[in-house]
């Protein structure tokens, strides 16, 4: 047979260089996949989202989706991409959304949301490129402005930005680590500075709520993973949002690359590591002991 690429979306693991015996059973081979990409489920799909029933027939070097669950319904492969976006996809809202024919720049907040969201069910390929919907300096002056002015905007105006920006609410978008024990205390959010920021990040990321997720979760990761000391809260601070943020800048290629290239060379570095430590492993198993 030859070496495929897995790629399970629920837990975003890919494995390239996945190996399919010519000898093994089909059942060998999903085995394999699920000790690979870390679930106890595994159905394999196309690209196209199209069952595989047969590991056998698969190619050299494809890339093939793995359903994690049996109720898992598979969707089209979904590039990851970042872009700078001004309503140049309108045509592919669907007619029935309020907001079908406007002109982006008249959209609401919720209607921006509604208008990328319905592209994306419409062009299930495109759900994993962020649609970035304003340009740095403006996201940039209105972070400067919250630092320079004293807070006075209502706690819920955040709240209700949030919402409409993203079509959920603050308490569903933050997964469950990230929040705090307590959310509110007295009507007081956790966080002033950091619900601010938030809401600014979703003024760029309209009705892409998990996409935004996915970056913030990246950031706090980065966080964590960076302190040595005993705080290594994974709950959402204004810096993780900041750099969420940058992050989102950088990959479009707005900023230079910085936030996200010291990611990329400390994954290199785990990566080196654990193969190191792999080999020393098999080194000592294989090994002689002496008279």
Known sequence: ???VQLHCPSNKKTVSGFVIGAYQSPEQVLQGVRLAVGTNYAALYTVDAKYIPDPHSLHEDQRVL??????ERMLPDAPQGYILYDGEEGEDVDTDVE??????????????????????????????????????????????????????????????????????TLE??????????????????????????????????????RLAQEVLEEAVAMRVDEDQGDDRDPVVRKQDVLN??????????????????????????????????EKKKAGGKNGVGGA
């Not at 007081?188 to 990040?201: H, M, N, Q, S, V």
Request: one cysteine or more.
């Open 172 to 209: 569903h978008f933050l997964p469950g680590h990230m929040k705090p024990p307590k959310f509110k205390t007295g009507g007081k959010i956790w966080d002033e500075p950091a619900l601010a920021t938030l809401a600014i990040f979703g003024s760029f990321t309209h009705g892409q709520a």
């Open 66 to 71: 793995v359903a994690a669950t049996q109720s």
């Open 99 to 168: 907001c079908f024919g406007q002109p982006w720049e008249d959209l609401t907040e919720s209607e921006r949301c509604a208008h990328i969201t319905s592209i994306n069910e419409k062009k299930p390929t495109t759900r994993n490129k962020m649609r970035i919907t304003r340009t740095y300096q403006s996201v940039q002056a209105d972070l400067k402005a919250l630092d320079a002015t004293p807070q006075s905007t209502p706690l819920t105006d955040y709240e209700t930005s949030i919402e409409q920006r993203w079509g959920i």
């Open 1 to 3: 047979m030859g070496r």
């Open 244 to 277: 969420a943020i940058t992050i989102v800048y950088e990959r479009a290629g707005v900023l230079p690359a910085k936030l996200t290239k010291v990611k990329s060379e400390k994954a290199r570095e785990k990566e080196k590591r654990k193969a190191a430590k």
